[in-house]
């Protein structure tokens, strides 16, 4: 899939620069500077989630029980 995205000449410079540098073409840069954003945002979500029982009292397991023997 192709995206249009704008950026200020700044930001197009510094990208030729590191592309140049690093021999890679500016696409491969941007796709790489993507997959690193995604990944950050991916596991603060999941870093969210745990810990999320920590502030109770009733251990996990204890509430599955409780939870299961009400069916």
């Known amino acids: ?5 704008d950026m200020n000449d ?6 030729d620069i590191l592309a140049k540098r690093m021999r890679r ?8 500077a993507i997959d690193g954003y995604l990944d950050r945002h991916h ?4 870093g969210d989630g745990f810990g999320l029982w920590g502030e109770r009292k009733l251990d996990g397991l ?3 029980e ?6």
Do not use: D, P
């Open 1 to 5: 899939m192709r995206a249009l995205i």
């Open 62 to 64: 204890a509430y599955q």
């Open 43 to 46: 596991r603060e979500q999941v």
């Open 25 to 32: 073409s500016r696409a491969a840069l941007i796709r790489e």
């Open 10 to 15: 700044a930001q197009v410079e510094a990208l």
């Open 66 to 71: 409780k939870v299961r023997g009400e069916w």
